[in-house]
């Protein structure tokens, strides 16, 4: 912009437009090219805005609608939301902004084209997918995003009342006048490590129990309700119940009878979460730890008993085989023979074990009294 004495030169480019006022009052608009302008008491003034995707002052359009509602409607766009008004602006067809409640912009629309989609948050708190891919970049400052896995059960609240359950994938919801809740519950299995504090037994032996439990939530809607943490929950639950179990019992109780306490902590603690949602699969004791000079003397009873175990399994054996060799006897002692084939049997054993044998056979009995008289096992009957 040029100014001379008497006259005035105003540029203005393409994707421009220069307000001209006189004395602060608007007098016109001028377009794209160059504009000589006679200013005899130096009384104008040229604003150049650039026009192609861009906003206009709110404070600016509302003098000018005042005074020019012609004008204001021919060159600008003014969007407002109201009290439960989400509005998204497009221009050119690209999602440029995203309006809460009680805003006001003003959009040049002489170079561009303004869309404006206006969504009634009070009626449906939920985004659709649609609209979550439009307002992409500015999302987090009027909504929520959460996204529930195949594994887990998604609960709505909507000013703390619960609205639905949600299906596995992305959720996102407007917060906008409004507190939007969304809590998320695992159903797969899970594994709770229950660690016991120090405890008497019911001959007053102390010891410390650790057991582990599994446990699902079955019943989402009704977890929530009722147990605010399900895992401390639990782990109280069964803290107690061991404690009671332990104190009715004798510590060769707690030691001997594992399967039969396991099953009276399951049927205890199953009692008791029957109406959380809850289910316990399974409950066991892990391990027993004892003091030191008590497990000394349990691991000396253990050893003992091994070894008395050990020598009446070698007693069982020999009086088995003192028992085979009676039977042996009494069958040869019948069957003549059986107790020749038995001498036999020694005479190769003996054999086996030298390495030349001479044999004399004298008086004329001949091999066969030699064979009869080299191995007896009961002297010759007398004539």
Known sequence: ????????????KDGERALLTRNGQLE????????RLFDLRNELTATVYDVVGTEFPADRYAVLKAARPDLAAELFEAVETGADEIAIVSLDGRPVHLMTPWQVRVYWKVATRIDVERIDV???????ARHLAMIERNRSAVTSETVVENHEAGLLYV???LVERLAPGRHAFWTVGRKIEVKR????????EITAQEMLTRDRIALRVTLTAFRKVVDPERTVATVPDVDAWLYRLVQFAIREAVAGRTLDEVLSAKAALDAELRDYVRARVAESGVEVTELGVKDVILPGEIRELVNKVVEAERVAKANLIRRQEETAATRSLLNTARLMEESPLLLRLKEL???ERLVEKVGRIDLHASNGEGLDALLTRLVRLKAPESA
């Open 1 to 12: 912009m040029t100014w001379h004495l008497l006259k005035t030169t105003v540029t203005v």
């Open 28 to 35: 016109r608009v001028l377009a794209p090219g160059r504009h």
């Open 159 to 161: 000013e703390g009342r």
């Open 185 to 192: 519950l695992d159903l797969r299995p899970q594994a709770v």
């Open 345 to 347: 049997e020694s005479l």
């Open 122 to 128: 009070s009626a449906d708190p939920k985004v659709g």
